[in-house]
């Protein structure tokens, strides 16, 4: 292939890549069951390791993910969770919470519970967990300030939120972004791990801190 003609081809690719990319950041939607690949692979600088550190899932809590896909942080966290307690998963198709609930099957994990639903109206009761989290999920809602302010509301008072995002994402949400928006919802930022290639960012409820500050001695 002649130098010119090479170029122009590499030039076209890479025009309709960012088109292609344009366009899903427009129209934020779940990764289809089909392309799972995608949520299977390895997540560089928002590991399962990183994610335990940040979350800090403790025995007997009860925790929700949103947005599993096929599980890839979900076994590790059900375990850290122990039998006394339980992880709630929520996703928008059953296809992943099928997968998801097989792959606990064979690791003989009892306390894992899927639910088909959408993170913009949670069907869980107010107050219901002691912890959540979301990874490269948060960008895939179409209102993104309603589904923290969901996640907000199922919160207990002393619980918390890990959003991780992975830059290359089409559906990638900059942690500046992440922390005005949680801050509308009533979630207030503590901690960061990561990158800037790639974060895992923690929350808690607003409530909890106007608390703590009026603690403090005049």
């Known amino acids: 292939m002649r130098p010119g003609v090479r170029r122009a081809t590499l030039a076209l690719a890479a025009t309709a890549a960012f088109s292609v990319a344009l366009w899903w950041r427009e129209h ?15 997540h560089p600088f928002i590991t399962r390791r990183r994610l335990h550190r940040v979350l800090a899932p403790s025995t007997g809590e009860r925790v929700l993910e949103i947005g599993p896909g096929t599980g890839y942080y979900s076994l590790d966290v059900a375990q850290a969770l122990g039998p006394d307690g339980r992880l709630d998963l929520l996703d928008l198709q059953r296809e992943m919470l099928d997968h998801t609930m097989r792959r606990a099957a064979a690791r003989s994990l009892a306390n894992v519970f899927p639910v088909q639903g959408d993170a913009q109206a949670l069907p869980y009761r107010d107050g219901s967990f002691d912890g959540a989290y979301l990874v490269a999920t948060l960008g895939e809602v179409p209102d993104q300030l309603c589904a923290l302010r969901e996640v907000r509301r199922v919160l207990k008072p002393e619980g918390r939120v890990v959003v991780g995002e992975l830059f290359g994402d089409p559906h990638w949400v900059p942690f500046g972004r992440l922390q005005g928006r949680a801050s509308a919802a009533g979630l207030s930022f503590e901690q960061r791990s990561g990158s800037p290639l790639g974060y895992f960012a923690r929350f808690c ?12 001695p005049a």
């Open 205 to 216: 409820p607003a409530a909890r801190v106007v608390e703590h500050l009026g603690d403090r």
């Open 28 to 42: 934020p939607s779940a990764c289809p069951y089909g392309q799972r690949l995608w949520v299977e692979m390895p």
